[in-house]
T-cell receptor, first 112, second 115 residues
Framework: SQKIEQNSEALNIQEGKTATLTCNYTNYSPAYLQWYRQDPGRGPVFLLLIRENEKEKRKERLKVTFDTTLKQSLFHITASQPADSATYLCARSNSGNTPLVFGKGTRLSVIA | NAGVTQTPKFQVLKTGQSMTLQCAQDMNHNSMYWYRQDPGMGLRLIYYSASEGTTDKGEVPNGYNVSRLNKREFSLRLESAAPSQTSVYFC??????????????FGDGTRLSIL
């Protein structure tokens, strides 16, 4: 079966540093990898999507990479702020028509 | 736009009771989904509907039924609630062929406790 693994359950970093979250997948490469942010008591909110043929995507302070050799996606938040504290979810999809398979998430805490 | 709206936000049931969780989206999306989220388990797919008139099982469908009432609405029914169904339920929608291809929208969840 297709799996998505986010190895770190929690990550604490100092304000201003770059947070790097890891997402590993098994079996064949997904067509898409997506990253979502989830705050307590709220539903996930879409952040970034990267396709299999893309190496890197950026949006403001966010950057995501897709390495098909390592079967891994890295999610970076530069110049992190306490407001970035949340749980971040990685998800894979084999096409636009298939449901997302989610990792368990990484809870990020940015300490002032 | 309201996006994806779920009702109710909270519910407490007794074992054996039935209830229907409602979900509606106002983005004209073709695809809708139901997930449950449990501590340490992540989001798991219960059922989905790729388009109006179709539904398919996901990873954990046992004990649930769904109805795609129309393009806007996708409901999840627990016929005989069990304590193992205590969870937070999320509805989501997406438009695989539109300008937002691949981007999903989630509701804020229904927190369900079964005693």
């Amino acid at each position: 079966s297709q799996k998505i693994e986010q190895n770190s359950e929690a990550l604490n970093i100092q304000e201003g540093k770059t947070a790097t979250l890891t997402c590993n997948y098994t079996n064949y490469s997904p067509a898409y990898l997506q990253w979502y942010r989830q705050d307590p008591g709220r539903g996930p909110v879409f952040l970034l999507l990267i396709r299999e043929n893309e190496k890197e995507k950026r949006k403001e302070r966010l950057k995501v990479t897709f390495d098909t050799t390592l079967k891994q996606s890295l999610f970076h938040i530069t110049a992190s702020q306490p407001a970035d504290s949340a749980t971040y979810l990685c998800a894979r999809s084999n096409s636009g028509n298939t449901p997302l398979v989610f990792g368990k998430g990484t809870r990020l805490s940015v300490i002032a | 736009n309201a996006g994806v709206t779920q009702t109710p936000k909270f519910q407490v049931l007794k074992t054996g009771q039935s209830m229907t969780l409602q979900c509606a989206q106002d983005m004209n999306h073709n695809s809708m989904y139901w997930y449950r989220q449990d501590p340490g388990m992540g989001l798991r797919l219960i059922y989905y509907s790729a388009s109006e008139g179709t539904t398919d099982k996901g990873e954990v469908p046992n004990g649930y039924n769904v109805s795609r009432l129309n393009k806007r609405e996708f409901s999840l029914r627990l016929e005989s609630a069990a304590p193992s169904q205590t969870s937070v339920y999320f509805c989501a929608s997406s438009d695989p062929s539109g300008t937002e291809k691949g981007r999903w929208h989630f509701g804020d969840g229904t927190r369900l406790s079964i005693l």
